[in-house]
Nanobody, 126 residues
Framework: QVQLVESGGGLVQPGGSLKLACAAS????????VGWFRQAPGQEREAVSC????????HYASSVKGRFTISRDSEKNTVTLQMNSLKPEDTAVYYC???????????????????WGQGTQVTVSS
C-alpha cells in the first residue's frame, strides 16, 4: 500500500498562491494515479485534480481549471498541486490520494483511490 503525506498548506490572501506536495513511500508514484481532493466544513469531499499513472494525463475540476496545476516529480516520488489566484471558496482541507495503475477515469469518486494522506489545511482569507 502507498503511504502519503501532504504538506504546504497555510493561510494566504485572496489572489495569492500556495503549492501543496504529496510525498509517497511504498510505491513509485510514476505508476499510480494520484488525485487531490478537498473538503470544506459541512460539505462533501470534492475532487480537484488527478494525474494518470504512467502517461501523466492531467484532469481538473471546472472550478480550478486554469488556476491549479498538478505535476509529478518521479525522482522525489512526489506529486504537487500549484494553486494560483486563490479564492475564499478554495478554503478547505486538501487531501491527496493514490491508486496503483490507475488512469483517473472516474477520479471524482473518492472510492476509486485506496490510499489517502492525512490532509493539509488551506485557508484563503484577507
Amino acid at each position: 500500500q502507498v503511504q502519503l503525506v501532504e504538506s504546504g498548506g497555510g493561510l494566504v490572501q485572496p489572489g495569492g498562491s500556495l503549492k501543496l506536495a504529496c510525498a509517497a513511500s511504498g510505491f513509485p508514484l510514476e505508476y499510480a494515479g494520484v488525485g487531490w481532493f478537498r473538503q470544506a466544513p459541512g460539505q462533501e469531499r470534492e475532487a480537484v485534480s488527478c494525474i494518470s499513472a504512467s502517461d501523466g494525463v492531467r484532469h481538473y475540476a471546472s472550478s480550478v481549471k486554469g488556476r491549479f496545476t498538478i505535476s509529478r516529480d518521479s525522482e522525489k516520488n512526489t506529486v504537487t498541486l500549484q494553486m494560483n489566484s486563490l479564492k475564499p471558496e478554495d478554503t478547505a482541507v486538501y487531501y491527496c490520494a493514490a491508486e496503483v495503475h490507475y488512469y483517473c477515469l472516474d477520479y471524482w469518486r473518492p472510492m476509486a483511490f485506496g490510499s489517502w494522506g492525512q490532509g493539509t489545511q488551506v485557508t484563503v482569507s484577507s
